[in-house]
């Protein structure tokens, strides 16, 4: 490929260095992008707190509008790269065309929706009379981005996916060095608070998506955006969404999963504990943000490879990604355990917070060194494109563990807040167990990989 990377020869650790530097260095930035507009509510004078629990109060749906760029994003991409590893690439741009308009179709459904029921759905998700204010005016401006959103998010993946790792990168690092310019000048510099910070972040995602789209129908890519694969035929979107719904159920139950703790925060422990939640969650992202792009590195090695039936480079591939990924976690957890109110003064150092943080945070990423290996196996899953294993997988740790587990454990505890951040770490450990179990029996243990193992 022309500027781009051949997945099919080299050495397969170069090559997943080379993929994988710049989607680690986009998500590394797409960190900064998630949390810098906390990092700067937090810190408004007088009003930090409650600007910051506001904010956490619109996670849930923000991270719903994520999940349906992952639905088209991640079940399309690894279908494409398939595709193309079968020497196929009409069928693989036919895949971009349907996920492209599917993409442009969520957008513009999730603006009118929550145009029309964003007030109501904070109050449901545990917004006080203290902090809608906040929500509410975050949640009306962030409303009219969604559909680039969907664009700048879900169509980076194709680039990444033909080997375009710069140029994916570049889409994260355009928007998120905006954002984190625009935010203090709108925010402090216009003095407009939670709204400028939302301001900011529609600028940014618009300025991204423009510049995925004009990559994606100029002359370097392969696979190009075509009006006449824009035309949705069931035959591709349903294997799209069926792959792609492993990925949007993980980021639409992080949203759900929010929902959880800001109720049950909220019953026992006021806005305070929802505020720490907020922290937490946002420390959680920071932490699956660069897993994420060693994952997005690999992806098109293991799922060109596979297509092309390379089954020892396939294997070979995806030991690497495991063991990254594992070692990440661990340095991450060690890092939670040990500083923790080092990564909470990051968004706010108010004494009362910090009492109430430093403690929950230990208990809440207690299990976090397992989800290495468990994000390893489930994106691996994805990339060979089964659907239906991923599927469980991404339901067990949040839908079937976690999520009963916030409502139970205060039943059997005086300390209800710790109760509550105590089911984190539990469905962390079960998860990741099932889930090694799970691959060895269906993925190391076939046929093709053991014949490939050297």
Not at 46 to 55: F, K, P, S
Request: with cysteine; charged share 10%; hydrophobic share 55%.
């Amino acid at each position: 490929m022309t500027n781009n990377i051949d997945l099919g020869k080299g050495s397969i650790g170069k090559l997943i260095l080379k993929l994988s530097i710049p989607t680690v260095a986009a998500q590394i930035v797409n960190m900064l992008y998630n949390v810098v507009d906390r990092m700067y509510i937090g810190n408004i004078p007088n009003e930090g707190v409650l600007a910051l629990t506001g904010l956490g109060l619109c996670f849930p749906i923000i991270m719903i509008v994520s999940a349906f760029a992952s639905l088209f994003g991640l079940g399309g991409a690894p279908r494409a790269a398939i595709a193309m590893g079968q020497d196929d690439n009409e069928q693989a741009e036919l895949i971009l065309g349907n996920a492209t308009m599917c993409l442009l179709l969520s957008g513009i459904l999730l603006m009118i929706t929550l145009l029309l029921f964003g007030k109501d759905l904070l109050y449901l998700f545990g917004a006080s009379e203290a902090t809608i204010h906040y929500a509410n005016d975050y949640l009306t401006l962030y409303t009219f981005g969604t559909l680039f959103v969907q664009i700048a998010l879900g169509l980076n993946l194709f680039i990444t996916t033909q080997g375009f790792t710069k140029i994916s990168m570049l889409t994260v690092l355009i928007g998120a060095i905006l954002n984190i310019i625009l935010d203090p000048i709108f925010i402090f510099g216009f003095n407009m608070g939670v709204k400028g910070a939302a301001l900011a972040t529609i600028i940014s995602q618009f300025v991204s998506a423009t510049w995925v789209l004009f990559f994606l129908i100029g002359k370097q890519t392969k696979l190009k955006i075509k009006i006449n694969n824009l035309k949705i035929k069931p035959s591709v979107v349903i294997p799209i969404m069926a792959l792609g719904v492993s990925p949007f159920i993980m980021s639409a139950t992080e949203s759900v999963l929010n929902i959880c703790f800001n109720v049950s925060l909220a019953k026992y422990g006021g806005d305070l504990a929802v505020g720490t939640m907020t922290i937490m969650s946002s420390l959680m992202t920071m932490t699956l943000l660069p897993v994420q792009g060693i994952t997005q590195g690999t992806q098109p090695v293991i799922s060109y490879n596979y297509g092309a039936k390379n089954y020892s480079r396939v294997r070979q591939a995806i030991k690497i990604q495991i063991t990254v990924c594992t070692t990440v976690f661990v340095i991450l957890w060690l890092g939670m355990e040990l500083f923790p109110s080092l990564f909470i003064s990051i968004f706010n150092r108010d004494p009362e917070l910090m009492t109430l943080a430093v403690p929950s945070l230990r208990i809440y990423m207690a299990g976090i060194f397992a989800l290495g290996i468990q994000t390893g196996c489930q994106m691996t899953f994805i990339a060979l494109g089964y659907a239906k294993i991923s599927l469980f997988l991404a339901c067990l740790r949040k839908i079937i563990l976690l999520i009963p587990l916030i409502f139970i454990l205060p039943n059997f505890f005086n300390d209800k807040v710790f109760a509550i951040f105590l089911a984190e770490p539990i469905s962390d450990l079960v998860s990741a167990s099932i889930a090694v179990f799970s691959f060895i029996i269906l993925i190391w243990n076939k046929p093709e990989f053991k014949s490939s193992n050297k």
